[in-house]
């Protein structure tokens, strides 16, 4: 397979949906809900999500896509060259703040990630990995993770998960919080992804997240040595939602051990 050649396509197309995002600042965004009144979508998320599409199909027409929006193929499994795509990965933020959102697109063979790309349009930073050929933010190489400790590290996570909730005991999180140098939440868990790329936060967790949300990021991390589970520390599951966790490796074997308790009774 030519990763090469796909990823040039690929870079191109991201920064042309860039500029049709950069775009849309001037006209009126129409916005909806999805699931519930806090779950949004807008033109903006469809019209980029096709605009992938009709780029992928024209060019790949065998490659599988797995699109946030529901415009690409219905996956029950990840053979294959499948594409994920998360038009605009923070819409809430999108609408409500122009910034602090990204367009995330994970390519993976056969369950595997060989490419990913996360552009923050309004900084017009472009982050991405090729499997085995380093990770770059605008072309220039990012070096591998330091090991870190909690007492040490910026831990991105968001208050919901640190209040009483159906999804982890928050007691153990509390702690966690604690101890931290400090902790910091985004909104939008591709770009939570790079920042522990690069070093700007130590670690991010959070208890739901879906393929496309992180497919991009995840590429991205490992290829600088990070380490991407669930929250069990098993190997997060790209088919349906799942929990994160995503650290250096020192600090995410600390937080495994020490804070989440995982192997202990
Ligand atoms: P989105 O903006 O593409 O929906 C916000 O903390 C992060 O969680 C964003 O990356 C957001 O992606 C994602 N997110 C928001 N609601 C979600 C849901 N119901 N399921 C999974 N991920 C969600
Ligand atoms: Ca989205």
Redesign the pocket.
């Known amino acids: 397979m030519n990763w090469e050649e796909i990823d040039t396509y690929a870079k191109e197309w991201v920064k042309e949906a860039g500029n049709r995002i950069r775009l849309s600042f001037e006209k009126t965004l129409s916005i909806e809900t999805k699931?519930n009144a806090n779950?949004l979508v807008t033109n903006m998320d469809k019209e980029i999500e096709q605009f992938f599409i009709n780029k992928i199909r024209g060019m790949y027409p065998e490659h599988r896509i797995m699109g946030?929006e529901g415009f690409g193929d219905e996956l029950n499994s990840l053979d294959g060259i499948v594409w994920l795509i998360?038009p605009?990965?923070?819409?809430?933020n999108f609408i409500h703040q122009q910034r602090n959102?990204a367009i995330s697109i994970g390519i993976y063979e056969n369950g595997i990630g060989q490419i990913g790309l996360v552009y923050d349009v309004v900084h017009d930073e472009l982050y991405h990995a090729i499997r085995g050929k380093g990770a770059f933010l605008n072309g220039k190489q990012l070096p591998v993770l330091k090991e870190s400790k909690v007492k040490e590290s910026i831990i991105a996570l968001?208050a919901t998960w640190v209040m009483e909730n159906h999804r982890i005991d928050h007691n153990l999180l509390i702690p966690l919080v604690r101890n931290a140098r400090g902790t910091r939440?985004y909104?939008?868990?591709?770009l939570e992804l790079v920042f522990v790329a690069t070093g700007r936060v130590d670690a991010y967790l959070?208890m739901?997240?879906?393929p496309?949300?992180i497919a991009a990021g995840a590429v991205i991390v490992e290829e600088l040595g990070g380490v991407v589970t669930n929250l069990k520390g098993e190997k997060h599951n790209f088919l349906s939602?799942d929990s994160l966790f995503t650290a250096n490796p020192g600090l995410h074997q600390e937080i495994l051990k020490d804070y989440l308790r995982v192997g202990q009774s």
């Open positions: 699931s779950d946030e998360d605009i990965d923070g819409t809430m959102f968001n939440s909104g939008t868990a591709a959070s739901r997240l879906s496309w949300d939602q």
